[in-house]
């Protein structure tokens, strides 16, 4: 028999192989580069979750750190003039891990305070012997313009976890974690924030209420007492969307039936996470 090889490769193709034929077009922009990943995820080269963490993490190059910050009104900050007792009061409250640590207002940031760094004062009771300068760590300022991919990256060199985001005239217009950034990347990661996976409503406060967007109509009706039609959508993302008209940013807020409804968690394509706040008044305790 003739040594001549067959032109078919009996041989499984690697996915590196695959992956270098989905590039044989060379795509010159990113929009072509993203048409080529997505038909290669439609041929099974990919799977959709490695899809949506390149589109992820394309996307983060042109994001800059305004979208995705804690608004200033959201940022759980801890007063140098507060005692221990009230220090240790507020950190337990928020659950947080990481709060600024502010002088006479919002814009003197002195510092961070990692909830870790009271556990050996604690446990060796010393709280009452606590000055808060001596315990939070120096903070990173960054500008609100700043592009995601070059925090992240400054994130990983100088190990922080949170820096302070400042606008043009210097003044404090939010905070950002590297946690913000991934999240940009990976997809939503769950936290002190988050509803346990068995939960989907959590209760904050007496008057606001932490809900996944996924949540179904009909338990949320069940839940609140309400009566909203899930004939259209099913879940209670799907109504918050449709009366926004667009799909919101994190901080946006809306009147839904007697509710206040804030976006806590949202990207590009859907809302994930809100804030339900009761709007209406009990006129009999008005009354006493």
Request: glycine content about 4%.
């Amino acid at each position: 028999m003739p040594n001549d090889q067959s032109s078919v490769d009996p041989r499984p193709r690697s996915w590196i192989d695959k992956i270098a034929q989905v590039f044989s077009d060379e795509p010159t922009d990113t929009k072509s580069l993203l048409e080529l990943l997505r038909n290669a995820e439609q041929d099974q080269v990919l799977d959709a979750d490695a899809l949506g963490i390149i589109e992820g993490a394309l996307q983060v190059s042109s994001m800059q750190v305004r979208d995705i910050m804690i608004p200033r009104s959201q940022v759980v900050t801890v007063p140098a003039k507060l005692s221990p007792n009230e220090i240790i009061k507020m950190v337990t409250k928020a659950s947080h891990s990481r709060f600024p640590v502010i002088g006479d207002n919002v814009d003197n940031v002195m510092g961070i305070l990692l909830a870790k760094d009271l556990l050996p004062l604690i446990l060796n009771g010393k709280m009452d012997k606590l000055d808060i300068k001596d315990v939070v760590r120096p903070a990173t300022f960054v500008p609100e313009s700043k592009r995601l991919n070059v925090l992240l990256k400054e994130f990983r060199e100088t190990r922080q976890h949170m820096a302070i985001v400042i606008d043009e005239y210097g003044s404090v217009c939010g905070a950002v974690t590297i946690e913000d950034v991934l999240e940009q990347i990976v997809g939503e990661i769950e936290d002190e924030h988050d509803v346990d996976d068995e939960s989907t409503i959590k209760k904050f406060d007496e008057e606001n209420h932490i809900v996944k967007a996924l949540t179904p109509v009909d338990e949320f009706n069940d839940y609140f007492g309400t009566s909203f039609s899930d004939q259209e959508f099913t879940t209670i993302g799907g109504l918050v969307l449709q009366q926004f008209g667009h799909i919101p940013e994190r901080d946006e807020t809306i009147n839904i039936g007697p509710f206040l409804v804030t976006v806590l968690n949202a990207d590009s394509r859907q809302i994930k996470l809100i804030k339900v706040t009761s709007r209406l008044v009990d006129t009999r305790k008005k009354s006493l």
